[in-house]
């Protein structure tokens, strides 16, 4: 046995061929033998060109090759650990008899049978700094997925036990977020780490489909294609309203459903564009629904199943819904009124209007007030959003000017249109979800501290 793991130990990517009968990119191939001979590894890449594969060979090589080792493993999300990282593992273990006899496979651990209280691998969520720290081993592996939304208070714990000659990191993810750990390993920080750089247009594993269309939708220098397919940190636009890091923070929390149900209804007024239902449970953003060319009617239809069927599920007995009430917008709300009272559901309906006035000075009309609420929203770190990459690119396009009277105002959505090619719709819903339409005395007392309360 001894042997076996004498051979394997510095030769990683024999284990991965050998072992695991997987054929390593390149540029895995590089990292596996960068993390035998370096205490650091930091990888950057756009999607799916098989950073979270490398990280489970890793692990498995690790786990094989080192004696009583230990290996901590995070990620922000309970999805990105335990549905992602941890089922990698299970599909590569489970080709390997050798491996499936030595070690189980558990939900949040993999535990060498002939040890299991002292050689393990072990998953748990960035959620607190206590999760990773306390680990001192003579052999020990971090590995941190989706590293850029990770904290650098959760790094800091790490980093504390990286002193023996046998501890390793190995940091992957996108890199979406301009400041933290991973970034710093990329820049500042470069020395201490063997840095790589993998783009999904040369990766064989993401279709060419995959980056044309986002290239093509967004602009080859736009923030969403420089980390969706370059492995680009974002750019850092002074003039651009929600910072793309930002929003990429919001898609990598845990949801958390509490609180009031509000729905959010941008109305499309011409052909292509999109009319978006946005509901959201307290500072979570629920799945939005989307379609195109439908009459208002069939709209007021969807609004309400929609909101008997939420209220249903999460046991609430009232809800709110904000229309933008321009143009067709106003048939939708008026009927809204009409069958909610019908059906007896306490529901407020706000029509809110665009261009209407803002309640603090400083803004040039409501919208802009309203986006700048939900910015607030995104800088405190309290919105909560499913991952969906338009409306991510529609979030972070939108920019704001100053008028000649020195007050804020959006770019209008002609300009908009006209510059990125498409209508903010997702977005505009999303800000109607959010918006500060509740009458004063009704929201309970938590939201009137909240900084939209001006
Ligand atoms: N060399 C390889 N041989 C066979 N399959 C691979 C290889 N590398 C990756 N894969 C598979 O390709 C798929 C995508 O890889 P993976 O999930 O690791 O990419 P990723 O870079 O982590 O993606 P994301 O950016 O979404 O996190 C997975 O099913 C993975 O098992
Ligand atoms: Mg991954």
Redo the contacts with the bound molecule.
């Keep these: 046995m001894e042997q076996v793991l004498e051979k394997f130990r510095d030769e990683p990517v024999t284990f991965v061929k050998e072992i695991l009968g ?4 390149t540029w ?1 191939a590089e990292a596996l033998n960068a993390l035998a001979g370096n205490p650091r590894v930091a990888i950057r ?12 060979w890793s692990i498995l090589w690790f786990l094989f090759t080192r004696p009583f080792c230990k290996i901590p493993c995070t990620a922000p999300t309970q999805q990105q650990i335990y549905k ?1 990282l941890w089922s ?1 593992i299970s ?2 273990l489970k080709r390997s008899p050798l491996l499936n006899e030595l070690f189980e496979w558990k939900k949040t651990e993999v535990r060498f049978r002939g040890a299991p209280e002292r050689w393990l691998a072990i998953a748990k969520t960035a959620a607190r700094p206590e999760n990773m720290a306390g680990f001192h081993e003579e052999h020990l592996l971090f590995v941190l ?2 590293a850029s939304g990770i904290d650098d208070g959760i790094f800091e714990a790490i980093e504390g036990a990286l002193t023996t000659p046998d501890a390793k990191l190995l940091i ?3 890199p979406t977020r301009n400041s933290g750990f991973f970034k710093r390993a990329f820049f500042e920080d470069r020395e201490l780490y063997h840095t790589q750089k993998i783009s ?1 247009a040369d990766s064989g ?1 993401v279709s060419n489909e995959y980056c044309r269309r986002l290239i093509k939708q967004y602009g080859n220098d736009s923030d969403v294609v420089r980390v969706r397919v370059y492995g680009e940190f974002p750019k850092t636009e002074a003039d651009g309203l929600i910072a793309l890091e930002l929003v990429e923070a919001a898609m990598s929390r845990e949801p958390v459903y509490l609180g009031e149900l509000v729905i959010g209804v941008d109305v499309a007024r011409f052909g292509n564009d999109e009319t978006v239902i946005q509901p959201r449970i307290g500072n979570t953003a629920l799945l939005l629904e989307n379609y195109r060319k439908a009459d208002t009617m069939t709209t007021v239809g969807r609004i309400v199943h929609k909101v008997s069927e939420l209220m249903k599920k999460f046991s609430l007995n009232r809800a709110r819904i904000n229309v933008d009430d321009d143009g067709v917008g106003g048939g939708v709300t008026d009927r809204l009124r009409e069958v909610l009272h019908e059906k007896n559901l306490s529901v407020e309906v706000h029509g809110c209007h665009n261009g209407g006035k803002a309640r603090d000075s400083h803004y040039a009309n409501w919208a802009t007030e309203s986006w700048f609420a939900l910015r607030d929203r995104f800088v405190s770190g309290e919105i909560i959003l499913p991952r969906d990459d338009e409306l991510t690119a529609q979030l972070s396009t939108r920019k704001y000017l100053l008028t000649s009277s020195d007050k804020l105002i959006l770019e209008d959505k002609k300009t908009y249109k006209k510059r990125c090619g498409r209508s903010p719709d997702r977005a505009d819903a999303l800000v109607l979800a959010f918006a500060p339409t509740a009458i004063m005395t009704a929201p309970p007392k938590f939201t009137l501290v909240q900084s939209y309360w001006r």
Aim: glycine share 14%.
């Design positions: 997987a054929t390593p990119d895995q890449s756009g999607h799916g060109v098989g950073k979270t594969a490398l990280e489970s992602i990698e599909k590569w997925d989706e992957c993810g996108n999904s594993r």
